[in-house]
């Protein structure tokens, strides 16, 4: 047996050290200063989703009576919400809060386009209204469906292709998605520059009626007072008919109306398709929770 393995066994019978029993020094606390803090609601993405919001209000600002400055402002608010996931994803800032802010953003706009277009066109506003309904449950449901289903981790883009190859492709296809809501809205802003601008769907308040008698309340009647005398109000819903008549000219509306209308209609009936999956995974969830709880108990008979 060498010296060195005498040195090892003698260590061995006289125990642990005076260093072995000396206790160690508890680990320091972690503060606030030492970790490196960070500020969600700053992130880039965020940012930008809070500029969208700016732009929305602004262009709701200019709607009753300038078609040309609101259709910008509304027209940037809606590109940027391709922007914001590229810079989530450029800058790993992807958040849930992230999100939930692009949705509810989408969400609020349109539904605020839709409802002056209710009041533009009166005769279509059951359809507007059933428009912004179909939306705003669709979407909710089946934000409520993935979190509930799979957990708060989980995003709302993430639908598997044996649920439905439909929303998998509108959800993962980046193009796809892009070409969809941007020409949706595309299509309502084009009816929006129609309420200025036709002839046939807003007509002018101010065209006289030919051999229209002297007696004629007609506005531009030269027998009859001023258009303004009319409506002393110029907030009122003919004051502002009369405000938006034939303010532009119809060609290009009408021509972004027919491009973007059938890409709106399948929108709608993807909202449909969104809308009856998640209600039948929900289901399929009750059902498989009843199962757990033992319902439905059959009753004993008396």
């Not at 969600?40 to 993405?45: A, G, K, M, Q, R």
């Not at 709607?63 to 391709?82: E, F, G, Q, V």
């Not at 595309?186 to 007696?215: G, K």
Request: glycine content about 4%.
């Amino acid at each position: 047996m060498n010296g060195v393995t005498k040195k090892r066994q003698a260590k061995v019978g006289q125990g642990p050290s005076p260093e072995d029993k000396a206790p160690k020094a508890p680990d320091a606390p972690v503060t606030k200063e030492s970790e490196a803090t960070e500020n969600i609601f700053l992130f880039y993405p965020n940012i930008i989703g809070y500029v969208r919001i700016i732009l929305a209000i602004a262009s709701l600002y200019y709607m009753p009576l300038h078609p040309r400055t609101c259709s910008l402002l509304y027209s940037i608010s809606c590109l940027l919400d391709a922007l914001d996931g590229v810079a989530a994803r450029h800058f790993e800032q992807s958040t849930q809060f992230g999100a939930v802010l692009d949705m509810v953003t989408d969400r609020c706009t349109t539904a605020c386009l839709l409802v002056f277009l209710s009041s533009a066109w009166p005769r279509w506003s059951l359809l507007f209204q059933g428009l912004i309904s179909l939306d705003l449950a669709s979407h909710y449901i089946h934000m409520f469906a993935t979190l509930t289903m799979e957990g708060s981790g989980q995003s709302h883009k993430n639908v598997d292709e044996d649920r439905s190859r439909i929303l998998h492709l509108y959800y993962t296809n980046k193009s796809v998605l892009f070409a969809f809501c941007a020409l949706n809205e595309l299509f309502f802003i084009a009816l929006y520059l129609l309420s200025f601008s036709s002839p046939i769907l807003s007509p002018s308040l101010l065209q006289p009626i030919p051999n229209a008698p002297a007696s004629s309340l007609q506005p531009g009647n030269p027998a009859h007072p001023s258009a303004f005398h009319l409506f002393p109000n110029p907030y009122s819903a003919g004051a502002l008919e009369l405000a938006r008549a034939n303010k532009m000219d119809s060609f290009w509306p009408w021509v972004i109306a027919g491009i973007s209308s059938p890409v709106m209609a399948g929108k709608q009936f993807i909202n449909v398709v969104q809308l009856v999956k998640s209600s039948r995974w929900l289901a399929e969830g009750d059902l498989k929770l009843r199962r757990e709880k033992g319902l439905p108990r059959r009753r004993k008979k008396n």
